[in-house]
């Protein structure tokens, strides 16, 4: 790593949290390939749009993290593999194999389907909080939305729900409270592991009496043609529950965010219901929920834009500094939902392009209809500034709390 490296502790402040697009903006212009020193690990970040979707395919930047070098072990932690090792973290032919075989399950016309059952989860969500005139929308709403349909998708008895999401908020949340590091890290390492446990213990229920749900589906999948080993089906459950809410729950807290410290784009939207689904591609853009593509390990010297970036290295291709740059977006900084849809980054590019897109624009575009619709005054309960987001530091950009009033 270069001795002009960035440092961490300069990138990942309180005020980058609040608003990291000023120091995107520096980087993409001063330094688009920048090297980042960190008491954890260091890595070399891609900031430009062409850059980024080149890096996104190129196949010298490995996503397979549990190779001889064991990378996942600095960046992940100890407790890790009996959770990451999936298709988010490997190369093809292995995530070809994979991804083939969970990609049935989110077949476009089978996530349509879902769509009455969804609709009736935002509106059960919203009778609940429609006669108090204020919500912690986080909590309320955006998270237990995308929750509980991965939950029901994939065959989570509804006991469980509670459980289940107390241990990945241990792990979304991770840096926010108030523990010293250690007890931090031994926190995350807990909740990874009595997930670990309960998803194997359901994993097994279901092979003993399968149900019409997606882990049925992937047990029989294993079973008919050895498709999947059995850790696998344990890893890839994971997979799915956690990114199947996580990235989902952060994007409606932020898109509405959006909106409330956008009055006239919040206005418009209101009286164009039509606008929603470019408004949603317009959110993501402007302030997705995955700051920070999963990390890349460079499997040869690699260079882009004359840096070299040494073999082994950590490379992050930053999607939301790509998704502001002015080469590819007119006045990239502004929040424009009429904007005509662009080649955004949000959902990634390549082999690793989302699996859940279908879903993920259902439920934000269900969800935030139906806000706007049955709460009416919907405006912040709290100065922007006391807004409580998740620590710089984390791999997600989203929001700890959203407090909001509204007309009952």
């Not at 996530?111 to 969804?118: D, G, K």
């Not at 291709?317 to 009429?338: C, E, G, K, T």
């Amino acid at each position: 790593m270069t001795d002009h490296a960035v440092r961490g502790s300069d990138l990942y402040t309180d005020e980058f949290a609040a608003d990291p697009y000023p120091t995107f903006a520096r980087l993409r212009a001063d330094r688009p390939v920048c090297p980042v020193s960190s008491p954890r690990f260091d890595s070399y970040l891609i900031t430009r749009f062409d850059d980024a979707r080149a890096a996104l395919t190129d196949p010298r930047l490995s996503k397979d993290l549990y190779g001889p070098g064991q990378h996942y072990l600095r960046i992940f932690g100890p407790n890790s593999e009996g959770l990451n090792r999936n298709m988010l973290n490997s190369d093809p032919p292995e995530h070809t194999r994979l991804r083939r075989i969970v990609s049935q399950a989110f077949a476009p016309r089978r996530i349509e389907a879902l769509r009455p059952r969804v609709a009736q989860i935002v509106g059960d969500l919203l009778d609940k909080v429609v006669p108090q005139g204020r919500a912690e929308l986080m909590r309320d709403f955006a998270i237990p939305l995308p929750m509980t349909v991965i939950c029901e998708l994939l065959g989570v008895p509804v006991a469980d729900h509670e459980q289940v999401l107390g241990w990945t908020q241990v792990i979304r949340t991770s840096g926010s409270s108030r523990r010293s590091p250690q007890e931090e890290r031994a926190a995350v390492q807990e909740a990874q592991l009595r997930l670990h446990h309960y998803l194997a213990d359901l994993v097994r229920a279901k092979r003993a009496r399968p149900g019409d749900d997606m882990i049925s589906a992937l047990i029989d999948a294993c079973d008919q043609d050895g498709a999947l080993a059995e850790p696998e089906l344990v890893t890839t459950t994971f997979l799915l529950l956690f990114a199947g809410h996580q990235t989902t729950a952060d994007f409606i807290g932020n898109a509405v965010l959006a909106l409330l410290t956008h009055p006239d784009q919040l206005e418009l939207l209101r009286a164009t219901p039509g606008l929603l689904p470019s408004a949603i591609e317009e959110l993501l853009r402007f302030d997705g929920p995955l700051p920070v593509a999963s990390p890349r390990i460079a499997t040869d010297d690699v260079e882009y834009r004359g840096v070299r970036i040494p073999c082994g290295s950590v490379v992050g291709v930053v999607i939301n500094s790509a998704n502001h740059d002015p080469a590819h977006f007119a006045d990239p900084d502004r929040l424009d939902i009429r904007r005509v849809r662009g080649p955004h980054l949000g959902f990634g590019h390549g082999v690793h392009y989302c699996l859940g897109v279908s879903l993920a624009r259902m439920e934000a575009q269900l969800g935030i209809a139906a806000l706007l619709r049955r709460l009416p005054g919907l405006r912040l309960a709290v100065p922007l500034a006391e807004v409580r987001r998740l620590p710089a530091a984390s791999p997600f950009r989203g929001l700890l709390e959203l407090p909001v009033t509204f007309a009952a």
